[in-house]
């Protein structure tokens, strides 16, 4: 099946019992069973729950995945990823990058003796030259958070399995729609699926989807033993949210790539990073890594913090807030808000400067939208 069919009727047939074309919401902690020897699949809902098995059965078929899992938040989903590694173990990670990621790397992982090594996103000789004998598993994002830099995960995919590394790529910024990691030799596809999976800024969750039988055991193991689970009602919004991903990310696509042309063309902007820019160094890895180049759209804006604020305040349908990816428009300054947990200094050495604003377009009419940045600039 193609992937719109997938998204629909992926892990969702019918519930046998009425016939039921939506899944149903299991809203129940526990269930009963039948005796010391025979249950009916489902012992606590900690462990498993239905709805939620047929989100992680959806979840593993859009990311051409065999096995799927389901979190309460994408940082759930991290530190699940990360329970795969011991004390004395190095990872190394693309410098730009989700600040929940860095701050996890650096205040949490290290006080367990786990050392993260940053490297350039874009360079793939620097993930090699990074690895030491004690490093374990190398950390992607591709489009990263905020730059939109690419990493050639086919490259990477090499580099760490001649190593015997394990390679995990958060693909949250383009969606299973315009990016699958897995056929391009990822072991793990991470995602926060409050974005564009579930689209409609209502649930927070996470999922991790792999092919390799034993790192699912592992880390479901840790799911069930940890407990960072999503609530069936998340998991039903979720479901939900997926059956429209296709469409939403095409209009997403279509409106981002307006909005990018409107801005690289304004006297008060600097530079916008887009990757459907033929000018993007990443432009030709995008067009052949990506189906599409996504919803999110970065630009350096020119004159002060003040002059960002000013700018924030006046806009009227771009809503000033964290969070990407759902149907409505949102504007987000990184240095205060997503990444607000690196360090000035580190921040501002990797090009997160005090007047980058992050655009997560939506799927309003792409003419109120730019009339609406045309007059906050203005």
Known sequence: MKFST??????????????????????TSTYAQEGLETHKGYEYARTGNPTRHALELCLASIENGQYGLAFASGMAAESAVLSLLSAGDHMVSCD???????????RIMRRYQIETSYVTAGNSAEYEQAIRPNTKLIWLETPTNPLLRLV???????????????LVVDNTFSSPYFQRPLDLGA??????????????????GGALIMNS????????????????????????????GIKTLA??????????SAIARFLSEHPRIEKVYYPGFSSHPDHELAKHQMS???GMVSFQFKGTREDVDDVVRRLKIFAFAESLGGVESLVCHPASMTHGSIPREIREARGLTETLLRLSVGIEDVEDLMLDLQQALA
């Open 6 to 27: 997938r998204a629909i009727h992926a892990g969702q047939e019918p519930e046998p019992l009425t016939g039921a074309i939506m899944t149903p919401i299991f809203q």
């Open 187 to 204: 072991d793990i596809v991470l995602h926060s699926t409050t974005k564009y999976i579930n689209g409609h800024s209502d649930v927070i």
């Open 292 to 294: 599409g180049f996504g």
């Open 247 to 256: 469409v939403r990310m095409r209009q997403h696509e279509a409106n981002a």
């Open 152 to 166: 050639d995960i086919k490259a990477v995919a090499e580099v760490a399995h001649r190593h015997n590394l394990l």
């Open 213 to 240: 039988s034993e790192i699912y055991e592992s880390i479901k193991f840790y799911q069930n033993a940890a407990g960072g689970v999503p609530g069936p009602f998340d998991a039903w919004l979720t479901l939900r």
């Open 96 to 106: 730009d990058l989700y600040g929940g990621s860095y701050r996890i790397f650096e």
